[in-house]
């Protein structure tokens, strides 16, 4: 504005220059005008209220225009301040018009409106929430008034710390102190507070309460340091004399002189005598002067040596006639001598030869003493153990003895018998069995082949394996019945070397296989396997598999159940290796020829079988089973033959099965077969 004023003066000043220069003088201000505001013209008085002053003329042209601005120096173009426009009307210039000036204050707009060149600059903070939830924010942020959310409160409770922890406004409400305030304290008696060594401790307070008092000194009970230990205003008061020793040493002191405990030493001990007084100091009047003894048995006498402090004398008894009593009643020094009231006859009480007795003095009493004492029994018909029996225990008997008879009945053992001892013989007559004794006591010996005649197995091959049973050398055995022979085509082995009718002219294979493959076609059920033998492992019973086959051909070809494994032994039915069809009709015996090598567990657990079908499988018969225990174990191969004359047709099958019947059956390495033959022989 100052500006302004001064550049309208100077172009008033011009104009006014101008003017004269071009008009010359006024005619006496009739070319003056009212002043604007109070201005009037460079050459009249500015009039109160607007009237011009005589002989005033214009500043500016009507309409010309000036930029102006009215603000403080410094502030114009500075945030949001700008200069306006001032326009001639009338001669005078008009206000600023369109200027922006400085704001008073600063508002929260993004913008500098107090045009310091700053933008929302000196906005005071903002504070919302109370105590320790209180939470001041900037009043303003990028433009804008920033929202302002009190903390959650850091407890529930309010805790005695001096400040608002719960955020209500109020300052440790409940609380009797603030933690760390300490004050003094005592909590003895109030006439002992400060007297002798009593004084104040100091309490501080934790969580709002006061704690303990500490550093605190109470009264205790006096003691001998020259201090008032019990604040009653005295010291060492009351604390009594001290005795020491007994009888003749005891002593007394004071307890405590001048603040100092005293020593209570008793007086020496002597040796005690019979005066009435405890010389040796041990709180016994006359003690340990023992006693005096007089006399001997039943006349002995003690008394004490000292009574009532005067020495005593000791004068002995008068003996009596000798009685059984334990005592010597007529004081010799013996006692019971002479067998006083004794030697008369008496029964014992016992039995047997200790009945009888005599009395005897022992031990102060008369007791009947055996005229025999007890002792081994013995065959004699008395009870000479005296324990109410008589030749109990069989006394003497018990040895070996000969009875002179024949056979068992020969040996016998003695007895007591009646009192005296007499040989039993240990077996009587029984009927004859084969074990090489006289069992019947006729002076024979396994005479009319007791236990034999019976058929039996041999373990020959062929036609000698049926025997009988013949008691031999006190032993059945197995006699052949049949002797080996040359062989014939009957179906049977006649020279018994396991082999049916293998020289018998005309003899013609039938069906042969060695498993090289499967080219045959045999049906290969659960676990069965064609392929080259491989020894197998963890098996728990018999062996392996084998590592070659029987022929030991460069094949190696077997047929078996898991080939270098093991069976399950899980519970199944019958796992069948089947043959293809066989045709074996025509006339003669069929045989089958195989070797085997097998490792099975037993019936129940663990069934094999050989079947033989003669109408292409419709319906099988069982030739060969395995047993009960024990089980199969082969470690080799074996040659097996059978006889198949009566299952022969154009459709005969064979198979060999393995099945599981029971739980807990042992783990085993199973079938193994090579070279099958079967031959028809005429």
Not at 22 to 37: I, L, R, T, V
Not at 462 to 473: R, Y
Not at 492 to 502: P, Q, R, V, Y
Not at 646 to 670: E, H, I, P, W
């Amino acid at each position: 504005m100052r500006n302004l004023m001064r550049e309208g003066l100077f172009a008033g000043a011009i104009f006014l220059v101008v003017g004269v220069a071009a008009f010359g003088c006024s005619d006496g201000g009739s070319s003056s005008s009212n002043g604007a505001g109070g201005s009037g013209g460079a050459g009249g008085r500015g009039g109160a209220g607007g009237e011009g002053g005589e002989g005033g003329t214009a500043v500016c042209n009507e309409g010309e225009t000036q930029p102006c601005y009215t603000g403080p120096a410094g502030t114009q173009g500075q945030g949001e301040c700008k200069g306006g426009t001032a326009t001639c009307a009338g001669g005078q210039w008009s206000a600023c018009a369109g200027e922006v000036l400085p704001s008073a204050t600063e508002t929260c707009d993004g913008k500098d409106d107090d045009c310091n060149g700053q933008v929302d600059d000196a906005i005071a903070q903002v504070t919302c929430g109370l105590g320790a939830c209180s939470v001041t924010v900037d009043g303003c942020k990028d433009g804008a008034v920033p929202d302002c959310t009190p903390l959650p409160p850091p407890s529930g409770t309010e805790t005695c710390d001096g400040s608002d922890d719960n955020c209500d406004g109020q300052i440790d409400e409940g609380c009797t102190c603030v933690d760390g305030q300490t004050q003094s304290c005592y909590s003895g008696g109030a006439a002992t507070k400060g007297v002798g060594a009593c004084k104040d401790g100091t309490q501080t307070c934790a969580g709002g309460t006061w704690g303990p008092c500490e550093g605190e000194t109470l009264p205790v009970v006096e003691a001998c340091d020259a201090l008032d230990n019990d604040c009653d205003g005295m010291s060492d008061e009351d604390l009594g004399q001290t005795t020491c020793g007994a009888g003749a040493c005891a002593n007394t002191v004071e307890s405590c002189v001048n603040g100092m405990p005293q020593a209570c030493n008793p007086g020496m001990p002597s040796p005690e005598t019979c005066n009435g007084v405890d010389d040796d100091c041990n709180l016994l009047i006359d003690d340990g002067l023992g006693t005096l003894t007089c006399g001997m048995g039943a006349c002995q006498k003690t008394v004490q040596a000292c009574v009532a402090g005067q020495p005593q004398m000791c004068v002995p008894s008068m003996g009596t006639a000798e009685t059984c009593n334990g005592v010597d009643d007529n004081c010799n020094g013996q006692t019971d001598e002479g067998n006083p009231g004794g030697g008369g006859a008496c029964p014992t009480g016992l039995q047997g030869v200790c009945a009888a007795g005599v009395l005897n003095c022992q031990n102060g009493s008369l007791t009947c003493a055996a005229t025999t004492m007890a002792g081994a029994e013995t065959c004699d018909g008395k009870d000479n153990d005296c324990d109410g029996q008589t030749d109990e225990g069989n006394p003497g008997g018990g040895v070996v003895c000969s009875t002179g008879k024949p056979g068992i009945c020969g040996p016998g053992t003695t007895a007591c018998t009646n009192g005296a001892p007499v040989c039993n013989q240990n077996a009587q007559p029984v009927a004859e069995v084969c074990n090489g004794v006289d069992d019947d006591c006729d002076s024979q010996t396994d005479e009319g082949n007791p236990g034999g005649g019976a058929a039996c197995t041999t373990g020959l091959q062929g036609v000698c394996a049926a025997g009988t049973q013949t008691c031999t050398s006190g032993a059945l055995s197995c006699k052949q019945n049949v002797m080996p022979s040359t062989e014939i085509c009957d179906g049977k082995d006649n020279d018994c070397d396991g082999l049916i009718d293998e020289t018998v002219p005309n003899i013609v294979s039938i069906f042969s296989e060695t498993f090289v493959n499967n080219t045959a076609g045999w049906g290969l059920g659960t676990e069965w396997q064609i392929g080259a033998a491989k020894v197998s492992s963890g098996h728990g019973y018999g062996f392996p598999d084998p590592a070659a086959d029987h022929t030991l051909t460069a094949d190696n070809g077997v047929a078996g159940v898991v080939i270098g494994g093991n069976a399950s032994t899980v519970v199944h039915a019958a796992y069948y290796l089947t043959s293809p069809v066989i045709n074996t009709s025509g006339t003669g015996f069929v045989t089958m020829d195989l070797w085997r090598w097998l490792n099975s567990d037993y019936d129940p657990y663990m069934i094999n079988t050989i079947e033989v079908s003669a109408n292409n499988g419709s319906t099988w018969t069982v030739i060969w089973q395995s047993g009960a225990m024990p089980g199969i174990q082969e470690q080799a191969w074996n040659n097996y033959n059978y006889d198949l004359t009566a299952y022969k047709s154009a459709t005969m099958r064979v198979r060999f099965g393995v099945s599981v019947n029971q739980l807990d059956a042992y783990v085993v390495s199973s079938w193994n077969l090579d070279d099958i033959v079967i031959r028809r022989c005429q």
